[in-house]
């Protein structure tokens, strides 16, 4: 697999059937995300779209965890900066959801361990998600006084507003049968199979015609939540940094890094 970058945050890698594989690949951070990991899925992104005859993607995490969010760091590094630089910082993030929510080719992740805050939205851009029987789950934003402001239009068509209402509200964890019967995974499987059962969605994507798969897509899209106009992208990008720098962000991720019950 090609690395994108240096600190090789992305491997990339596209076999001669036209299925890439995309693998976060910060393990020692739980691939957890931030700006070098968005602008590395951005740039594979462009990397894919230039690909002639691309079939399907297989998004994975290496290591113990698929993705457990943003990295906390980061996320206070970055509100402490201009307003500005918030925008950006949640503008990139908020693209590379919709840019993997919009993908023509067909989208396959397999999770295993944690898949937390940002993670879920990653989810639920994609097309089909299998899952391990040991992943959790967690719509986390909220415990540290933060929003998943710019992927609730995902999570509203993956698993509904009524479990949005739950489980971005509670924060609470959740295991992988729970994630399947609101719809955020397709299929449990147990850890050892999970490559299998990701190589059989792609051999059944691979027997149906490129165009017609690329149509029907963008026909189920037209009536979704994730399909976003210019102004309500912008006023959730908007939300989504302005909250960052909010008094209730600093002592939700303060709480955080020092371990204690945050004072709300």
Same mark, same amino acid.
């Given at each position: 697999? +090609?690395?994108?970058?240096?600190?090789?945050?992305?491997?990339? =890698?596209? @076999? &001669?059937?036209?299925?890439?594989?995309?693998?976060?690949?910060?393990?020692?951070?739980?691939? %957890?995300? @931030?700006? @070098?990991?968005?602008? %590395?899925?951005?740039?594979?992104? =462009?990397?894919?779209? *230039?690909?002639?005859?691309?079939? !399907? #993607?297989?998004? &994975?995490?290496?290591?113990?965890?698929? *993705? +457990?969010?943003? =990295?906390?760091?980061?996320?206070?590094?970055?509100?402490?900066?201009? &307003?500005?630089?918030?925008?950006?910082? &949640?503008?990139?993030?908020?693209? %590379?959801? *919709?840019?993997?929510?919009?993908?023509?080719?067909?989208?396959?992740?397999?999770? *295993?361990? +944690?898949?937390?805050?940002?993670?879920?939205?990653?989810? %639920? !851009?994609? @097309?089909? #998600?299998i899952a391990a029987d040991t992943a959790v789950f967690s719509i986390a934003e909220v415990r540290w006084g933060l929003t998943a402001a710019i992927i609730i239009p995902q999570l509203n068509d993956a698993i509904g507003v009524r479990q949005v209402r739950r489980y971005a509200l509670t924060g609470e964890r959740f295991d992988a049968a729970e994630a399947r019967r609101i719809g955020l995974v397709h299929e449990v499987v147990p850890a050892d199979q999970l490559e299998a059962a990701g190589a059989r969605v792609v051999d059944a994507i691979l027997q149906n015609g490129p165009d017609a798969i690329a149509q029907t897509k963008a026909l189920a899209l037209e009536s979704a939540w994730g399909r976003l106009d210019e102004q309500t992208f912008d006023d959730l990008v908007e939300r989504h940094a302005r909250k960052r720098q909010s008094d209730e962000a600093a002592e939700g991720l303060a709480s955080f890094a020092e371990k204690r019950a945050a004072k709300w």
């Open positions: 697999m +090609a690395s994108l970058g240096t600190t090789t945050p992305i491997l990339l =890698d596209v @076999d &001669s059937r036209g299925v890439a594989r995309v693998v976060l690949n910060w393990p020692e951070r739980n691939n %957890a995300y @931030d700006g @070098d990991l968005i602008q %590395a899925l951005l740039k594979g992104f =462009d990397t894919l779209e *230039q690909t002639a005859g691309l079939r !399907a #993607v297989v998004i &994975s995490g290496n290591g113990k965890h698929f *993705q +457990a969010g943003a =990295d906390l760091g980061w996320i206070n590094a970055v509100r402490a900066q201009s &307003s500005e630089e918030n925008i950006r910082a &949640s503008r990139d993030t908020a693209l %590379a959801i *919709q840019r993997l929510n919009l993908a023509p080719a067909p989208t396959v992740a397999l999770v *295993q361990g +944690a898949c937390f805050g940002g993670g879920t939205g990653l989810l %639920a !851009a994609c @097309d089909v #998600v």
